[in-house]
């Protein structure tokens, strides 16, 4: 929010220099990003600064305030002008091009002076016809036959605004000759407003923070207004359908109004906090919105009235129907959701309530009366609608984050007040004031032992109660502890323990965090607990890390169809019922999901063929709704994905072949050895998402944790994937962690050699090598430490339906070196097992 210092010494005396009044609001959670000096002093180059600065300085002795008395024709150019303008010593011919002057040129003498901004000869100010801000200085040239050494100045000449299609015409307080720093400098503070501060995004409130930082007392605005015209009673009528959504709204009438521009000071302040001058009751609205915090919205009330016929207009507020419509105030259609609020007539919409007004009740030229209104909304409603629309306002920014219901009525006052100064109208007598929830102020009592734990520091109950009536909030004293009640501007003090640490930070942000020392905490820390589940996820992503994956996290948000394409078209599945999203932000994602494999897939999707090797994994919850419990069951699933070449080629030799089930095997097979779990069997499977025959059930004693293979080839037509296979695994997390052992066990480094053996069988194609593998090794017992299959081998020599299978086989004793008779004797004994149980035969 952009702060003009001379409006915010209308409420506060300001003493400090503009950089220390900077650092003062910054240190107290106000954060002074930049300041932009108009005319005042600078600071000198060179000193240190804590904020960004910009803008120049006017010389006082050369820009000045300058009254025109005439505007004569140019002799050689209609687009020009001559001024006769005085500058409080003499009187000069200044040629200018401003459009503004041209209902005064010829006419003779001006009736009363125009005064403007002076610029004489070697002033430096910026170029209004360049982009940007450049500065040069004046000098002495002749334009079409006329000298020219001097200017009447524009905004942005003068580093106003951009605005330089006129003069500026300054109000009639202005002296000729009067330097221009003295009459108009000026600086303004660009304050980050954070949701915690949102009270003062206006001037008021920005002063009462200057208030009680520096001690200076503060002076709120009149909140009084001049009624001259009748009651208002009979005029409007005011109908709130959802106090929860509008807890309070009143309006207010004023009559004979004339729409014309705002005085100079109006429109220079609004320019500078960011605002466009539009005419005297648009801008007056806009000024009490800046000044106060309270956003208003001004109706023609004329209107109104034809509207409903000639009769008593009734401002009725309710929820919009759904896809109902209004062109507001910026000429665009716009279609209305059933959550938003509406001011509404009994004829249909006016404007969208806290937002944006409507076109068709719109302030004009030819306006005469205005029903000011001034509301308080539901902040939450009021940010989703602005969201919905994808649009904002400066009212929508206020309410967005709460305004005051009792702010309302002292808007309407000081708009009423202001229009009546600008517009010459008459204020009606009373208001319409409907407040069907009164807001609830809160209570919080703190005491000096709660400051002393919390902060750090020790204060009295005295200076504890200093600092909160600064605040303004209203304060008893009681023993050591203090009682005080929220001031009934602010909407940002919560009750009980909250209440407590908000009006800790109020003492904590004024006292000055500056001031604060360091102290070592007193409080005895809390017992340190472990997270076993915690411990272990983290050590399984640890592991699958060191295996060459990367970790992707993915939304957990996803829509039926989406986690649907993760079988391939036509599957006949049945379809789960989802935990829907009460306030979904996307179509696409209006449900939980209940596939993380679905959402890896699409990460997989989005990368394969940008990359020529994926490996990735993910772990994270799925959403199960349970009958009759409100809360769905969340297990954690762990998926992993495989694409590409084995390894990326480099400077040495590489296995650039694509990825297959054993890659995917192996990478199990790892990940489970290096959480030590208990012995783990594989066994073919079928499953809509795998290829046939290229699928594999894991399972644990008699429950199976996880399904894997590669991709079926239909599914990867559809995801547009590559044609290297895409490999894939859906482990249920909670089971593997659930069954690691507390302990195990570890064996040293063995100190007699091992005998090393190779072994081929031949057994029936349907005779898993897994089978083969565990009964060499069940046969062998501890003799038997390693067992590793190194080829397969099928041939019509060895027999149809069969195949040789090839294993390299380790012996090794942790007391003794084996001797070849101990291992001819155990390699007899696998033999024969394998011949009774397997039907295999020793492969000569």
């Given amino acids: 929010m952009k702060v003009p210092l001379s409006w915010l010494k209308d409420f506060v005396e300001i003493t400090l220099p503009i950089e220390e009044l900077a650092h003062l609001l910054t240190m107290a959670g106000l954060e002074v990003e930049e300041i932009t000096y108009i005319g005042l002093p600078m600071p000198e180059k060179g000193q240190r600064q804590e904020t960004k600065i910009t803008g120049f300085t006017w010389e006082p002795d050369k820009i000045v305030v300058g009254a025109i008395h005439e505007v004569m024709p140019h002799p050689n150019a209609d687009r020009l002008v001559l001024c006769r303008l005085e500058d409080g010593l003499q009187e000069q011919i200044v040629l200018t091009g401003a459009p503004n002057l041209f209902p005064y040129k010829g006419i003779g003498p001006l009736p009363k002076p125009i005064m403007v901004a002076y610029a004489k000869e070697g002033a430096q100010i910026y170029d209004g016809h360049q982009a940007g801000q450049v500065l040069v200085t004046l000098k002495r040239a002749k334009i079409r036959g006329v000298e020219s050494y001097s200017m009447a100045c524009s905004e942005k000449e003068l580093g106003i605004s951009d605005e330089h299609s006129g003069i500026i015409f300054l109000d009639d307080d202005a002296r000729p000759g009067m330097p221009l720093v003295d009459y108009m400098g000026d600086a303004v503070f660009d304050i980050a407003i954070t949701p915690n501060i949102a009270r003062d995004a206006n001037i008021l409130g920005v002063a009462r923070e200057v208030s009680a930082l520096t001690g200076q007392p503060l002076r709120p605005p009149s909140w009084d207004m001049i009624t001259e015209g009748p009651p208002i009673e009979g005029s409007v009528a005011v109908e709130i359908r959802e106090p929860e959504l509008n807890p309070r709204f009143v309006v207010g009438l004023i009559e004979g109004i004339e729409i014309k521009p705002s005085p100079y000071k109006i429109q220079r302040r609004l320019r500078l906090a960011g605002m466009r001058p539009i005419n005297n009751i648009v801008d007056a609205t806009n000024y009490v919105m800046l000044e106060v915090g309270q956003p208003l919205h001004a109706f023609n009330y004329d209107a109104l009235v034809k509207r409903v016929n000639g009769k008593t207009p009734t401002i009725i507020t309710r929820r919009a129907i759904q896809n109902e419509k209004l062109t507001t105030l910026d000429d665009v259609e716009r279609t209305l959701d059933d959550f938003s609020v509406m001011v509404c007539d009994t004829e249909g919409s006016l404007s969208i309530a806290g937002v944006m007004g409507g076109e068709e009740t719109e302030v004009n030229d030819e306006t005469t009366r205005i029903l000011l209104e001034g509301a308080a909304w539901n902040y939450i409603n009021i940010r989703r609608t602005l969201t919905k629309q994808k649009f904002s306002s400066e009212a929508g920014y206020r309410f967005s984050r709460g305004v005051h219901p009792e702010m309302a009525i002292r808007g309407v006052c000081r708009g009423l007040e202001l229009m009546r100064q600008l517009s010459g109208g008459k204020i009606r007598q009373g208001l319409v004031d409907n407040y069907p929830l009164p807001a609830h102020d809160p209570v919080v009592e703190i005491t000096t032992q709660d400051v002393e734990r919390w902060l750090g520091i020790s204060l009295s109950t005295l200076e504890m ?116 999203l009460a306030n979904a932000i996307v179509s696409e994602r209006v449900v939980l999901r209940q596939s993380v494999l679905g959402s890896v897939l699409e990460t997989v999707e989005r990368n ?118 895409v490999l894939a695994a859906e482990l249920d997390l909670d089971a593997i962690l659930a069954a690691i052992p507390q302990r195990y066990a570890v064996e040293g480094a063995p100190a007699f050699p091992p005998v090393l053996e190779d072994l081929a069988v031949v057994v029936d194609e349907n005779v898993p090598a897994d089978s083969v593998a565990s009964l060499i090794k069940e046969t062998g017992g501890k003799t038997v430490i390693a067992v590793r299959l190194f080829d397969v081998y099928r041939d019509e020599k060895i027999g149809a339906g069969k195949k040789s299978l090839a294993y390299s086989v380790t012996y090794q004793l942790t007391d003794r070196t084996l001797t070849d008779k101990e291992v001819a004797k155990i390699r007899q004994r696998i033999v024969r097992q394998l011949e009774q149980q397997l039907d295999a035969k020793l492969r000569s």
């Fill in 465 to 580: 109660a200093d600092i909160l009536k600064r605040l303004e909030f209203d304060v008893e004293i009681s023993d050591n502890k203090v009682k005080a009640k929220t001031p009934d501007h602010r909407m940002d003090i919560g009750e009980g323990v909250v209440g407590m640490a908000d009006i800790l930070e109020e003492i904590a942000r004024i006292y000055g965090y500056e001031r604060i020392p360091e102290t070592r905490m007193s409080d005895e820390l809390p017992p340190q607990r472990d997270n076993p589940y915690h411990d272990l996820e983290e050590h399984a992503r640890d592991i699958l890390v060191n295996l060459g994956l990367q970790e992707v996290v993915s939304y957990r948000m996803t829509s039926p169809e989406r986690e649907a394409r993760r079988f391939p078209l036509g599957t006949s599945i049945e379809h789960p019922s989802y935990i829907k």
């Fill in 608 to 725: 394969a063929r940008l990359q020529p090797r994926l490996a990735l994994f993910e772990i994270g919850p799925v959403f199960l709704p349970v009958e009759n419990q409100l809360l769905p069951d969340e297990p954690r699933q762990l998926v992993i994905a495989l694409s590409g070449s084995r390894t990326l080629p480099g400077w040495q030799p590489a296995d650039t072949t694509p990825m297959d089930f054993f890659d995917i095997k192996g990478v199990i097979h790892a990940f489970l050895e290096g959480l030590h779990m208990p012995e783990m069997r594989c066994e073919p499977g079928e499953h809509p998402t795998y290829h046939p025959g290229k699928c594999a059930c894991l399972w644990m004693d008699e429950k199976e944790i996880g399904v894997f293979g590669e991709l079926h080839p239909l599914l990867r037509e559809q995801l547009e994937l590559p044609e290297a296979p």
